[in-house]
C-alpha cells in the first residue's frame, strides 16, 4: 500500500504519524513473517528471560518477534508472539527443501520433442517385394499415419528408419552404428528373433525403451529390463482369461468336447484351472454326441460347450451336429473357443450368431468401427492402396503400437518407466496393457479381447 502525506500536515504530526504507521506494519509483519508457534499472555512478575526460558527460545529470538519490547517494558496481560526456535526454523527448512526436492524428483516432464528409430526388415534391395516385405511395409506406414497424427496435434516427431537387411544377410550390425541411434527416445524393431540380442542389449546400454511388435516366442524379456514384448505368447494370457472364465462361468453347465482334430492348448489348460478351483464340468467325444450329448444338458443353466480344436472344420462340424440334434428351444447353448474363430468364413457368421460363439483374442478389427474405417480410408488415400490382407492387419499394428508408446513418452516424459503400467490407449486392433514380474525382466504385453455374438445380431468386444 502506498501512503500519500498531504502538504497541509505539519512535519512533526506527519512524522509522528509515519512513525505510528510504521509501528504498527512492522509489527503485523513481524508477526506474519515469524510464523508464530503460538501466543502468550504475560502474567504478573512474568519476565522475559522467564517466558524465553519457558518456550525454549532465546530472549533475543523472542524480543526479535515482540519488537515492542525494545520499547516498553513486559506488562501483565500483554499478548506476545512465542517464535520458533532457530534450531526449530532449520528443521523446518530442510523438511520444506526436501518436500520440493521430492516433489520435483516425482514431478512429470512431458517431452515436447521425441526421437523415434524403426528397425525393420524392409529388404529393400530384393527385386521383387516378399510377403514379409509387404507386412513390414504395412507396418511402418501405419506408424506414419500415427506420427503424422501427433505432428498435428503439436508434437515434434523425428524418425529415423533403418532396414536391417535379409534373413541371409542381416544388417544389424551396421544399423546399430547409426549415429543418431543413440538419440533414440524409443526403438521399435526388430523385426526378426535372430536380430532381437544385439538390439536388445544396445538398448539396454543406452536406456531406451525397446519395443519389439512381432516376436511372441517366450524368454525375451528374462533379463532385459528396457524390453516391450508385445506379441506375447498365447500361454501368457492364460492365467487372465482362466481367472476371467471362472468368475464369468463357474456356474454354468461346462461341457468339454473332444473334435479328435488339432488340440486347442487352452482347453487343456483351462480344464487344469477348473480341477484346481473344484468347478465340475463334463466331457464328450464327438462321435458320442448323438447318443450322450442331449442328457449333459441342463435347461435351468446356461450350456457352456469347448470344442477341444480351435480348427474351422472342426468348428463346421460341430455346429453341424448340434443343427441335427434337434435340441429343445429351451436349452441355451453358448459355443466357447479361442482367436482361431475370428477367421472363420462369413458362412459361419449365421452359427457364430445362433450359438452365441465366444472367444478370447489378442487382436481383432472390427470392421464396423468408425474409427477402423477411418483408418482404412486414411490408408488408402496416403499409399493408393489397401492394407495387406492378413491376421492381423499390420497397418493398424503398426498405428496401435507407435501411438501407445509415442503418446506416452509424450505424456510422461523422463517419467516414462514409472507410469508405463497405467498408460492406457484404445486400439483399432491391438490392446496393450503390460506387466512385469520383476525388476530385472522386461514388460509383457497381457491385454486380452473377448469377442462375444449375440443371437441379436450384435458383437460385443470387451477388453481385460
Known sequence: MRLKISNIMNRPFALSLLFILHSALFISHSFAQTDCKTTHKAAKK?????????YGITEEELIAANPILLEKKLKKGQELCIPYSTAERDSMRRNEEERIAAEQAAMIHPLTTVNVAVILPFALDKPKQSEEAQKMMDFYKGILLTVDSLKRAGLNLDIITLDEGPADNSKIQSVLQHTKLREAHLIIGPGRNADINPVAAFAQQHHIPLVIPFANTEGIIGGRPYVFQCNTHLSAHYPQVNKRFLARHADDNIIFVDMNDKQ????????????AASVKYQRISFTEMDSKFTPMLNASQNNLILPSSPTS??????????????????????????????TLPQKSQKNMYKYSATYFTTFYTNTLSSRTQRFCQQFQEAYKHQQYQSY???????????AFFLTALQRYGDKFFQHILQHDYNSLQMP????????????????TYVIYYKPEGDIILTTF
Open 46 to 54: 512474568e519476565t522475559i528471560y522467564g517466558i524465553s526460558h519457558l
Open 264 to 275: 486347442e492348448a487352452y482347453t487343456k489348460q483351462l480344464a487344469q484351472a477348473l480341477d
Open 313 to 342: 472344420g472342426s468348428f463346421e462340424m460341430l455346429c453341424l451336429k448340434l443343427n441335427n440334434l434337434n435340441l429343445d428351444a429351451g436349452y441355451h447353448l453358448q459355443l466357447l473357443g479361442s482367436s482361431e474363430w475370428q
Open 392 to 402: 492381423p492387419r499390420y497397418g493398424e499394428m503398426g498405428h496401435d503400437i507407435s
Open 432 to 447: 496393450l496393457h503390460f506387466q512385469r514380474k520383476d525388476d530385472q525382466s522386461g514388460y509383457t504385453n497381457t491385454a
